[in-house]
């Protein structure tokens, strides 16, 4: 690619499209031809009909754009990267986070961090897990980088605290365990790909 | 022998007194200014609708008492004074728009006439006329009243010290004083057919139905003074005193809290008034008798209020060129035509 | 270091087609790797013998297959790593590797710094072709520190092998899984090597060899360091940190006079307490082996110190009152150096008793030999020794160097052993069959280096007095044995089958009786062996032997006739081809005795530093003025490797030091580091800063931490020994001035993971007699202790520790590390 249109400097000039107006009349009567003709053309009634007719169909044919917004919001995308979700295990309930430490490990604002112990039934177990929101820049890679699904971006994204504290728990971020049957499988950053059976190879099992 | 604003004589009509007089005053003062504050609530609305939006919600039933937030906030913001401002002038400027525009008022049929109810102490039996005061001039009065509103803009564009306010002011100057000329020019012709300028005669002129209309007699002065009250109440398309894209809020961009609030009374009286004025003189004022006739003049003020607000949702504002050019070379030129016209229609 | 590489011993081989220089005789991978050629190996460990476990390291040399970590270099030879054979082992072994190995390496602690991680992923491992019925494997605790996951576990044996190689406890072993058996149709179409490596794999799992469920060795935990996966690891650690999160700090361990390379690694102590915490130690493995202690005992660090101005003057006050400095070894040089510059201006009495009978010691080695230090070092005696000698270390308890060492050169240079100590111990034989153990009485030392001189002393040098005095033990007797004969006897037999008679030889055993003259050594005798055998035991031991090195521990510097002992191994060192090595008594002995002219005994006010006194100085936090810890100080240590080691702070520390003091007292430097560069460079200090000491090994595995003491060896006359006095023996009950094994001071006792307790250590059938508790009773004074029976030691003699300076065991005992005690039940 060339560096010409960069050493053109005027920017703003050279991608004006130029709509046909017509040429402005040079004399008096031409010009006032022009008025009476627009005048008569009707061209400002329509422009009262479409903001009626707007009117009428958000009025009593239900096509209002507003959201009241704390009342009602939008579905988020699922690839949405809002504040974080500790998923749980539809089955038993356990924590999904086996705490591997990886998004510890790949968080580039440095704000996850997380304590692990060995707990009685001999397991790695989560003892505390936390995410410091002043310093998160919501880029994903710990969604991604999860082996578990466990760590998600969820819907929430009003982030607004009273505290610097809120929302950084462990708890605050699990799935309540009576809303299991609410949980949703994520499907954004990091999630199994659709045809993630077609690019893996099974391993022979002797049983 | 008087003559009512329902166009028939009614004999033994009650004495109009002092004390009537300045109730209605209250009354007009009192009612107009809510109106005014309610006509932003339908002017938010309305122009919402237009544009799909749901307008003002949270205060009250589907926002209507977003009105008093909006008064107890201007009633309670802090009122700036400008350091280098010509204070006196800066603090009375609002008032004469506001004044002016209720001054108009005192000359146009607002609300039938009454008397108060004999079982009211003190101001029983008071008769409350429909017109403040029934001059027999009423719409020179008035539109004379609402060229004097031109001071209220002016003074308080130049006394603030600010570029924006002195260019709103300038802009004021010259619009309002251009669109007088078309104002007063366009509503001669009426003037003409109904020889009087008292309301009432306007009124009775008109007494035959729809087929009697002056707009039917006189369209082009209708529509001329139309457009010309739209510039005289600063509308879209005219709104180029306060127009924010370009000079901030012109005249009023010092303003704050209730000195603001008062320009804005200023303008929503003065769209009344203009509403009246086009209801009663081209539009046929009260076609029926009592109550059903003050419907009618009621749903006509309304529609040109509406007008307004449907303009403003759907047309763009003009550059001050080409206002000037639309007064001074087509406007007055039609207007004084018309006028020619007129006259020789009357002569023959 | 050791041994230099000259021209001599230098060949020229060929590795993938690039010459190289390498050492005669040795392995083919650790010429590889001294030569920074990676051939991938998992189960060889470099200072221990080839498992050939993991067969991973297939290279072909001269157009064989060869396994590069038993393989010897040849000169000329061509080596060859990548053949597409030895590629498609390589990767049949690792997919092997991979089969039914958990998918868990988001929990396990091991992971980021996995070999069969980074094995799979270097040799490329994208999918399996085999497979196998997995065996239902628990986990483990094998000790008090040691967990085991043997579904984790792939069986390479390192941990066997440095166990037996290296630490001598031979404490675990390969034992049946009892798994499923390999489909036979494997044994076709796979490779040669993976299928007969995977046969094994399948069949075998670790296990405690005495067993048990219970390892009962001395937790050292190098198995958990040599762990390639994370089957291994350390009970304290499973699951509480992944390698990634920890900051390796370089240091050196700080209990024993090894002075090994350890890692403290850190991280901040939990989400709520932001504050570094040291979480394990880590070492390099390849290249130093650590005891207990300098794995386990980290913890010992001065917490939440912030400086106390009040103690600060107060330390000032009792300073300038102050007669005496007590303290011990474990301090740095720059401190030793500290103290010494103290001494020189105020006239401090320096008072170390720990060290104090080590520098005589040494002074009068120096006087007798001309050597100022020790001639070789616990490395150079792994690489080169095929014979050693200890004289009067508990070599488990004193110094795992050279336990280690002693071990090593049984198990890798086919070597034999002369263990002389009046405590037995059970794990010393287990160190060879080529080991002899003197379990002589107390106080006949002096015998023990007669007997070497006997043994090993060049007879035209010896004077003509000393050669007398050891004739003088011999006997010479007739004697008639049996001996067994083997004649050869001619018959005729039928033959069944052809029904011929062939001639056919026979043997036929014999017993003959013959006349002999046995030589029989009364030194034997005296120091508790068999004279009658000692001969023939002692001429198979001494069978290709080249290299002699000598161990000379603590008991000889706490001994009556310390003087003439040392003379006695010079002596040794001028009449016989023997290297020899001293144990400084703990830490920082030996740099302590180098920088201090230390006191013979305390007066007056005593200000203690890390010990008992009028005011104390403590890094334990129970002192008077609060001082920073080993872990949280830099400095220098000097080692049994008579090396001056860097050690790095790995924990903050926001009190006053001992340079602080020293400011406010005589004036000093800034920092404590500039101390380094002011060390006696007479006593073989270099005057070198600290930041510019290097710390770390090089690939052929030469210690390059710091820097070497600078000897001076002057050549002196013999010295003149006395003869030994066998009236000196102690009789009667005896207790020995001894630390159970992972115990050396107060700092071990303070580490969470060093359990062993403070109590009388005894035999078992000793500490039945004794009970619970008992008294024991010295000439000055008493101590009541607990008894713990010690499957370990042998014999009468019980163990007093003495790691409690509180305790002051030392005042009890005295000049001597043997005493006769009255034991009282209690």
């Given at each position: ?40 053309k ?50 038993s ?5 086996i ?64 505290q ?6 462990f ?33 022979p099992?002797?049983? | 022998m ?14 109009v ?23 932003t ?7 919402a ?97 609402m ?50 300028l ?13 087929g ?44 704050s ?18 509403a ?13 008798e ?58 023959i | 270091?050791?041994e ?24 083919i ?50 080596v ?19 089969v ?25 491992v ?19 520190v ?39 149709g ?28 219970f ?68 070492n ?94 616990t ?137 002999i003259?046995?030589?029989?050594n ?26 002699f090195?000598m ?90 490797g ?77 010295p003149?020994?006395e003869?030994f006095?066998?009236?000196l023996?102690l ?12 115990q ?46 010690d ?10 520790p ?9 005042g ?5 590390r ?9």
């Open positions: 690619m060339s560096l010409e249109q960069f050493k053109n400097r005027n920017v703003g000039t050279q991608n004006y499209k130029t709509l046909d107006v017509g040429t402005k009349p040079e004399k008096g009567m031409a010009q006032f031809v022009q008025v009476v003709q627009r005048t008569f009707g061209e400002l009634f329509v422009g009262l009909g479409v903001t009626m007719k707007a009117m009428l169909k958000a009025l009593f044919a239900n096509d209002m754009a507003t959201i009241q917004y704390p009342f009602e919001k939008l579905p988020i995308s699922p690839r949405y990267r809002a504040i974080h979700e500790m998923l749980i295990l539809l089955e309930g356990n924590y999904r986070c705490g591997c430490g990886l998004c510890e490990k790949i968080c580039i604002s440095n704000c996850i961090s997380m304590d692990t112990r060995y707990d009685e039934a001999q397991r790695k177990e989560v003892s505390e897990y936390t995410i410091n929101f002043g310093r998160c820049i919501f880029c994903g890679y710990c969604a991604e980088v999860c082996p578990e699904l466990a760590i998600v971006h969820g819907p929430r994204y009003e982030n607004a605290s009273e610097r504290a809120g929302f950084s728990l708890e605050d971020m699990l799935t309540p365990i009576d809303k299991l049957n609410l949980q949703q499988e994520y499907d954004g950053f990091g999630a199994v790909s659709p045809n993630a059976d077609e690019n893996i190879k099974q391993t099992l002797a049983y | 008087e003559t009512t604003l329902a166009g028939h004589v009614v004999e033994n009509l009650p004495q007194t002092a004390t009537g007089v300045i109730i209605k005053a209250v009354i007009i003062l009192a009612v107009l200014s809510a109106l005014a504050g309610f006509g609530f339908i002017e938010r609305k309305v122009l609708f237009m544009q799909r939006r749901l307008g003002p919600m949270h205060v009250g039933p589907y926002g209507l008492l977003q009105i008093a937030a909006d008064g107890i906030k201007l009633f309670t913001k802090e009122d700036i004074i400008p350091q280098n401002a010509n204070k006196l002038i800066f603090m009375i400027a609002p008032i004469i728009t506001a004044a002016t525009a209720f001054i108009a008022l005192s000359a146009v049929p607002v609300f039938p006439d009454f008397t108060i109810p004999e079982f009211i102490p003190l101001l029983g039996g008071t008769f409350v006329p429909s017109i403040a005061s029934d001059l027999n001039v009423g719409l020179l009065f008035v539109l004379g009243m060229a004097a509103g031109l001071y209220g803009p002016l003074l308080a564009g130049m006394s603030q010290s600010n570029k924006w306010g002195i260019i709103g002011a300038a802009r004021t100057a010259i619009q309002f004083l251009s669109y007088e000329v078309v104002t007063g020019l366009s509503i001669l012709a009426p003037i003409m057919l109904v020889g009087s008292s309301f009432v005669d306007f009124n009775d002129y008109q007494a035959g139905g729809i009697s209309w002056l707009i039917w007699q006189q369209p082009v002065a209708f529509i001329l003074f139309l457009i010309a009250g739209f510039a005289e109440t600063n509308r879209t398309p005219f709104d180029l005193l306060e127009h924010e894209a370009e000079i901030v809020s012109g005249y009023a961009t010092e303003y809290g209730m000195r603001w609030g008062m320009f804005f009374i200023g303008e929503y009286a003065n769209m009344i008034t203009v009246i004025i086009a209801s009663v003189v081209f539009l046929g004022g009260y076609d029926a009592g109550a059903l006739g003050w419907l009618f003049i009621m749903l006509k003020i309304a529609f040109f209020f509406f007008l307004m607000l449907w303009v403003r949702a759907s047309w763009p504002h003009i550059r001050p060129d080409q206002l000037m050019w639309l007064c001074w070379k087509v406007l007055m030129p039609i207007a004084m035509i018309n006028i020619v016209i007129t006259a020789l229609v009357i002569l | 270091m050791s230099v590489q000259t021209v001599d011993n230098m060949i020229t081989i060929k590795i993938d087609g690039t010459e190289f220089k390498v050492k005669e005789g040795e392995f991978l650790n010429a590889a790797r001294a030569n920074d050629v990676f051939i991938p190996a998992i189960c060889y460990l470099t200072r221990c013998s080839p498992t050939l476990a993991c067969r991973i390291c297939l290279v072909e040399a001269d157009g064989k297959q060869v396994y590069a970590c038993n393989a010897k270099v040849k000169e000329g030879m061509d060859t790593t990548d053949t597409p054979n030895i590629l498609e082992e390589r990767r049949a072994i690792m997919e092997v590797y991979d039914n190995h958990p998918l868990q390496c988001g929990v396990c602690d091991k992971s980021g710094e996995c070999e069969l991680q980074n094995y799979t992923l270097e040799l490329a994208d999918s399996q072709s085999y497979m196998i019925p997995d065996t239902k494997r628990e986990t483990v605790n094998w000790s008090s040691l967990h085991y996951d043997p579904g984790l576990c792939i069986v390479c044996e390192r941990c066997t092998t440095v166990c037996k190689d290296m630490i001598g406890d031979s404490a675990i072993t390969t034992v049946k899984r009892g798994g499923a058996e390999l489909d036979k494997y044994k076709a179409t796979m490779p040669k090597d993976a299928y007969s490596m995977w046969n094994k794999l399948q069949k075998s799992v670790i296990a405690p060899s005495n067993g048990t469920e390892t009962n060795c001395s937790d050292c935990g190098e198995c958990i360091a040599v762990c390639p996966v994370g089957a291994l690891v350390s009970r304290d650690f499973v699951y509480t940190s992944n390698a990634w999160d920890l900051k390796r700090i370089p240091a050196v361990a700080a209990h024993s006079s090894d002075g090994a390379q350890i890692y403290y690694e850190v991280k901040p102590t939990s989400i709520e307490n932001r504050a570094d915490k040291i979480f394990r130690i880590t390099e493995w390849s290249y130093v082996s650590l005891d207990g202690s300098a794995r386990f005992a980290y913890d010992f660090e001065n917490a939440n110190v912030s400086k106390d101005e009040a103690a600060f003057s107060a330390a000032l006050e009792a300073f300038k009152k102050a007669e005496t400095l007590r303290f011990n070894s474990m301090i740095t040089n720059e401190e030793a150096m500290m103290l010494q510059t103290l001494k020189e201006k105020t006239g401090l009495k320096l008072y170390n008793p720990e060290v104090r009978a080590f520098q005589k010691f040494l002074a009068h080695y120096e006087a007798a030999s001309g050597n100022s230090l020790w001639t070789t070092d490395d150079a005696m792994m690489k080169k020794s095929d014979f050693v000698i200890s004289i009067g270390a508990a070599l488990r308890n004193d110094s795992p160097a050279l336990k280690h060492a002693f071990n090593n050169v049984q198990k890798l240079n086919k070597g034999a052993g002369l263990y002389f100590h009046p405590v037995g111990d059970t794990l010393i034989p287990g160190f060879g069959k080529n080991v002899e153990i003197f379990n002589h009485k107390v106080g006949l030392e002096e015998a023990a280096l007669y007997l070497v001189l006997d043994l090993f002393a060049d007879k035209d040098k010896l004077p003509s007095d000393v050669k007398e005095y050891i004739e003088s033990f011999k006997k010479s007797e007739t004697k008639t044995i049996k001996e067994k004969e083997v004649k050869t006897v001619k018959e005729m037999v039928l033959n069944e089958e052809t029904g011929e008679e062939e001639e056919v030889s026979k043997k036929v055993t014999e017993m003959v009786e013959k006349e003259t046995v030589m029989t009364g030194l034997v005798d005296l120091l508790g062996g068999d004279a009658s055998k000692f001969d023939d035991v002692f001429a198979k031991m001494m069978k290709k032997k080249e290299s090195s161990m000379l521990g603590e008991d000889l510097y706490f001994h009556d006739k310390a003087e003439n002992i040392a003379k006695l191994v010079a002596l040794v060192e001028a009449t016989c081809d023997i290297t020899v090595v001293m144990t400084p008594p703990k830490s920082n002995a030996l740099g302590v005795a180098l920088i201090c002219d230390l006191d013979d005994d305390a007066s007056g006010y005593t200000v203690g530093y890390n010990e008992n006194g009028d005011f104390k100085l403590s890094a334990l936090g129970i002192g008077d003025l609060d001082m920073p810890a080993m872990n949280q100080q830099e400095g220098t240590l000097t080692n049994i008579k090396r001056v080691l860097p050690t790095n702070a790995a924990l903050e520390y926001a009190g006053y030091e001992l340079n602080d003091l020293m400011k406010a007292l005589v004036g000093a430097p800034e920092e404590t580091i500039d101390w380094t560069a002011m060390l006696p460079v007479d006593r073989g200090f270099k005057a070198v800063e600290f930041d510019s000491l290097p710390n770390a090994f090089t690939n052929q595995g030469v210690d390059n931490r710091g820097y070497t003491l600078e000897t001076n060896n002057v050549e002196a006359d013999l003149e020994v003869k006095d066998e009236s023996v009789e009667g009950e005896i207790a020995y001035r001894c630390n159970p094994a992972r050396f001071n107060d700092f071990t006792d303070k580490s969470h993971e060093i359990f062993e307790t403070f109590a009388l250590y005894a035999s078992v059938e000793k500490a039945e007699t004794l009970g619970d508790k008992v008294e024991v009773v010295f000439e000055n004074g008493s101590i009541t202790l607990d008894v713990v029976a499957e370990k030691i042998l014999g009468d003699i019980v163990k007093v003495d790691f409690r300076a509180a305790e002051d065991v030392y009890l005992f005295g000049e001597s043997y005493q006769i005690v009255t034991l009282r039940k209690v």
